[in-house]
């Protein structure tokens, strides 16, 4: 083979991978590009009064996740309320809680389970909440509207015997 044959077959394959691997990176910032979402619940999510609830939060198709390396915010917005306020917050070492007993599990969030867990709920936990995943450079974000319900109550009351009496006799 001559040395100019030679010349084009590795220039060939030069410009033959360089597409290529354009092609894959390519590819891969697509993936990026729609790689974290967020799964939460129904639109509303029904709890009763006085009872303890998770909101779930999840990373779709997530595996193993380093959670030193990403961060987790839940807001609330009440129905008498049209600003969102934080209740919990997680970014790598720092967690902080802004309500009562608000927790995530860190353990299933390493398994990407952000769900949001809340004690003994009261009628004024009802409202929107919002799931806010930043997994670096990424970040995605769902809401849940939460709702508060009484239990119902059977009051039963037994057997009696009623007189009727006839007022306008004499």
Not at 12 to 20: A, D, E, I, P, Y
Not at 58 to 71: E, N, P, T
Not at 79 to 84: G, P
């Amino acid at each position: 083979m001559s040395k100019r044959a030679a010349g084009r077959v590795r220039w060939g394959s030069v410009w033959l991978l360089w597409v290529r691997m354009s092609v894959l990176v390519l590819e891969h910032f697509q993936l990026i590009a729609g790689l974290l979402q967020v799964e939460m619940a129904e639109r509303t999510q029904m709890v009763f009064l006085n009872e303890n609830v998770t909101i779930f939060c999840k990373i779709a198709g997530s595996a193993q996740l380093d959670i030193k390396s990403m961060g987790i915010t839940w807001f609330q917005k009440t129905q008498k309320s049209e600003t969102y306020t934080k209740l919990f917050e997680y970014f790598g070492n720092h967690r902080e809680a802004s309500q009562r007993g608000a927790c995530v599990s860190l353990r299933s969030l390493e398994m990407g389970d952000a769900s949001l867990q809340l004690p003994g709920v009261r009628l004024e936990d009802a409202g929107e909440y919002r799931c806010e995943l930043v997994v670096t450079p990424q970040k995605a974000q769902g809401t849940v509207w939460l709702e508060v319900v009484g239990k119902m109550l059977r009051i039963e009351l037994g057997p009696f015997k009623v007189a009727v009496k006839d007022i306008h006799s004499n």
